[in-house]
T-cell receptor
Framework: DAEITQSPRHKITETGRQVTLACHQTWNHNNMFWYRQDLGHGLRLIHYSYGVQDTNKGEVSDGYSVSRSNTEDLPLTLESAASSQTSVYFC??????????????FGPGTRLTVL | GQNIDQPTEMTATEGAIVQINCTYQTSGFNGLFWYQQHAGEAPTFLSYNVLDGLEEKGRFSSFLSRSKGYSYLLLKELQMKDSASYLCAVRDSNYQLIWGAGTKLIIKP
């Protein structure tokens, strides 16, 4: 069965360190997204990609970067981790952008703590 | 700015019916989604509305009024497993999803 996985599931790091969160999908979807979820806020879009070599900034992209070298993977890098980046991070993918339905499928999430 | 409002928390009784409301103000509209998220898990897709009216899917129904910027999710015959957060999301003119903060639904026996 097709799926979307994230690793690690939990990560504790220190302020100033570089951290990379992995996202891998076997749906063969063109579109991939990174969100963060914090109490009292809806999911907030960090970066997204509509295909290989395509990346775009979302609502809360400062301090984060992504790269898309193949269809299956969209790693998220925190250049210099800050305590404000403590959050749960979700990766998602979808087939098309504008058609009916085209719901996003979510990975299990990564809980990141920055000390 | 873009805004989606949902109640923070609701409580209902097993076997009953509950309606979760969502109001939105977004730059453009290209559909509204409802997702379910159990604690500690990923959101999963429940329903999609793009035209006014009611969409029914088993025990769950979702309604949309575009002129009022309003949707609701109706859950019937509540079961304990329905205890979860319910997220409303609107796809805006850029085809990005704008998410509400979610409604935590507590089911009591």
């Amino acid at each position: 069965d097709a799926e979307i996985t994230q690793s690690p599931r939990h990560k504790i790091t220190e302020t100033g360190r570089q951290v990379t969160l992995a996202c891998h999908q076997t749906w063969n979807h063109n579109n991939m997204f990174w969100y963060r979820q914090d109490l009292g806020h809806g999911l907030r879009l960090i970066h997204y990609s509509y295909g290989v070599q395509d990346t775009n900034k979302g609502e809360v992209s400062d301090g984060y970067s992504v790269s898309r070298s193949n269809t299956e993977d969209l790693p998220l890098t925190l250049e210099s981790a800050a305590s404000s980046q403590t959050s749960v991070y979700f990766c998602a993918s979808s087939d098309e952008v504008a058609g009916p339905y085209n719901e996003q499928f979510f990975g299990p999430g990564t809980r990141l703590t920055v000390l | 700015g873009q805004n989606i409002d949902q109640p923070t928390e609701m409580t209902a009784t097993e076997g009953a019916i509950v309606q979760i409301n969502c109001t939105y103000q977004t730059s453009g509209f290209n559909g509204l989604f409802w997702y379910q998220q159990h604690a500690g898990e990923a959101p999963t897709f429940l329903s999609y509305n793009v035209l006014d009216g009611l969409e029914e899917k088993g025990r769950f129904s979702s309604f949309l009024s575009r002129s009022k910027g309003y949707s609701y999710l109706l859950l019937k015959e509540l079961q304990m497993k329905d205890s979860a957060s319910y997220l409303c999301a609107v796809r805006d003119s850029n085809y990005q999803l704008i998410w509400g903060a979610g409604t935590k639904l507590i089911i009591k026996p």
